[in-house]
Nanobody, 115 residues
Framework: QVQLVESGGGLVQAGGSLRLSCAAS????????MEWYRQAPGKQRELVAS???????NYADGVKGRFTISRDNAKTTVYLQMNSLKPEDTAVYYC?????????WGQGTQVTVSS
């Protein structure tokens, strides 16, 4: 299994920045993709950004140009740099990693953007 521990959420004013981190342990050699999702109150969980083993990235339309997904050289920690934050970015953010034929989820971290 792959275990994930997230950190970095918090309260920030609109226009500010936050960086989320997600550290993986366990079967890290089998990780195929690292992803960030978010879920706002009353809404479905949505994919925010993804990073494949080969380094390809993909972003939701609403965060392109503002958010950046990256990883460390050991490929065990994934980051989400969030700039120019907007109140509509308020949500619980979840790290997720695909490995073998399954997926692990982090515990979630709250991001609140005040106007």
């Amino acid at each position: 299994q792959v275990q994930l521990v997230e950190s970095g959420g918090g309260l920030v004013q609109a226009g500010g920045s936050l960086r989320l981190s997600c550290a993986a342990s366990g079967r890290i050699f089998s990780i195929r993709a690292m992803e960030w999702y978010r879920q706002a109150p009353g809404k479905q969980r949505e994919l925010v950004a993804s990073l494949t083993r080969s380094g390809m990235t993909n972003y939701a339309d609403g965060v392109k140009g503002r958010f950046t997904i990256s990883r460390d050289n050991a490929k065990t920690t994934v980051y989400l740099q969030m700039n120019s934050l907007k109140p509509e970015d308020t949500a619980v953010y979840y790290c997720s990693m695909l490995y073998d034929s399954t997926r692990s989820w982090g515990q979630g971290t709250q991001v609140t953007v005040s106007s």
